[in-house]
């Protein structure tokens, strides 16, 4: 079983290279966009509360991601394995994860971490808005938001996964299928 950390900030291409992992690997992607997505159009009570934070460009609470992140998992008991895509974003989230997946006898092998310069970022994002729909895209005080939330408050877990020996930077910059060769690389 392999598990996998893909990190990087929002417009990093951490879904697009998420695809093609899961193909190479047979792994289960829990993004917790693709969750949170799910859980507000669904309009449970952690998707209207997640959804509140969100439509701020702020992160969602620790305990509510937490949650839905536990759920996902324990519905997919017979996986070969599980990338991360957004998930942990905090210290106290990495702890939480590496504690309940140690509870089923399962670990982080990897962290890969998507480099994209915040310029790009933006641009990548502006771009994903026209067309995805998505509001946390289509505004660029809210990109910018997201970008800073992400410096301030994520990017310290490089921090906890490289005192692990699990952190792997990863050009992200260049062709969909150079930056998936760097990550097979940094597999092994």
Same mark, same amino acid.
């Given at each position: 079983?392999?598990n996998?950390?893909?990190f990087g900030p929002?417009?990093a291409?951490k879904?697009?290279?998420?695809?093609?992992l899961?193909?190479?690997y047979?792994?289960y992607?829990?993004?917790?966009?693709?969750v949170?997505r799910?859980?507000i159009s669904q309009?449970?009570e952690?998707?209207m509360?997640?959804k509140?934070y969100?439509d701020?460009?702020d992160l @969602?609470? +620790? &305990?509510?991601?937490?949650?839905? %992140?536990?759920s996902?998992v324990?519905k997919q008991?017979? *996986?070969a394995?599980?990338?991360?895509?957004?998930?942990?974003r905090t210290?106290a989230?990495?702890?939480a994860l590496?504690?309940f997946?140690?509870?089923?006898e399962?670990?982080i092998?990897?962290?890969?971490?998507l480099? @994209?310069p +915040? &310029?790009e970022?933006?641009k990548? %994002?502006?771009?994903?808005?026209?067309?995805?729909?998505? *509001?946390d895209d289509?505004?660029?005080?809210?990109?910018?938001?997201?970008?800073?939330e992400y410096?301030?408050k994520?990017a310290?877990l490089?921090?906890?996964?490289e005192?692990?020996?699990?952190?792997r930077?990863?050009?992200g910059?260049?062709s969909l299928?150079?930056?998936f060769?760097?990550?097979?690389?940094?597999?092994?």
């Amino acid at each position: 079983m392999i598990n996998l950390v893909l990190f990087g900030p929002p417009g990093a291409g951490k879904g697009t290279q998420a695809v093609s992992l899961v193909e190479k690997y047979n792994l289960y992607h829990l993004s917790t966009g693709d969750v949170f997505r799910y859980n507000i159009s669904q309009k449970t009570e952690l998707g209207m509360l997640a959804k509140s934070y969100m439509d701020k460009g702020d992160l @969602v609470p +620790d &305990e509510v991601t937490i949650k839905m %992140l536990k759920s996902e998992v324990e519905k997919q008991p017979e *996986a070969a394995g599980f990338i991360f895509d957004g998930f942990p974003r905090t210290v106290a989230q990495a702890e939480a994860l590496d504690a309940f997946l140690a509870d089923k006898e399962m670990k982080i092998e990897h962290v890969l971490s998507l480099e @994209v310069p +915040d &310029e790009e970022l933006v641009k990548r %994002l502006l771009n994903r808005g026209k067309t995805s729909g998505r *509001a946390d895209d289509a505004n660029q005080d809210v990109v910018w938001n997201r970008i800073k939330e992400y410096n301030s408050k994520t990017a310290p877990l490089k921090n906890f996964y490289e005192e692990q020996s699990k952190l792997r930077g990863i050009n992200g910059v260049g062709s969909l299928n150079d930056i998936f060769g760097r990550l097979i690389s940094a597999i092994g």
